[in-house]
Every structure is written in structure tokens, then in C-alpha cells.
């Protein structure tokens, strides 16, 4: 399968979108005082942790598949003589 230029770059930006924002929301988790009532952080923390950690595991895979997407446009317009 081979992806469009557009939906590739759709994918890099989700990518970055991703990276931008959730360490930003683990710096607030963080900082709330929620996060440290128990003597090893609460479950609030670790729920977000978790919630954090899963969602940047996606954004890199969707951002490593829109790369692989336009290099996969380049290789075949090698192919083509484009």
C-alpha cells in the first residue's frame, strides 16, 4: 500500500502533535497534588502515566507510518522514472 503525499504528512503532524502535547499534560499531572497522596504516587498518577505513555507509543508509530509513507512515494517514483 502506498500512502499519499497528503495523508503521509497527516500522519507526521499527528506525530508531532502527539509529542508536543502529552509531555506537556505529564508536567501538569506532575505539578497536581492529586498525583503524590500515597507514599509511591497515587493511582491518578499512574493511570496517566499509563495514558501518557500509550498515547506517545501511537503518535510515534503513526508518525514512523507517514514517514515510511513518503519515503515509499520517493522509492516508487524511482521506480517509474518520475
Do not use: C, Q
Not at 35 to 42: E, R
Not at 52 to 62: E, R
Amino acid at each position: 500500500m502506498v500512502l499519499s503525499r497528503r495523508w503521509s504528512l497527516v500522519l507526521i503532524v499527528v506525530a508531532v502533535w502527539s509529542w508536543l502535547i502529552w509531555p506537556r499534560f505529564l508536567l501538569a499531572i506532575w505539578d497536581d497534588e492529586r498525583s503524590w497522596t500515597a507514599p509511591h504516587g497515587s493511582a491518578f498518577f499512574w493511570i496517566h502515566v499509563l495514558l501518557i505513555t500509550v498515547s506517545l507509543g501511537f503518535g510515534t508509530a503513526v508518525g514512523v507510518l507517514g514517514v515510511l509513507g513518503l519515503r515509499g512515494l520517493r522509492g516508487s517514483r524511482k521506480n517509474t522514472g518520475l
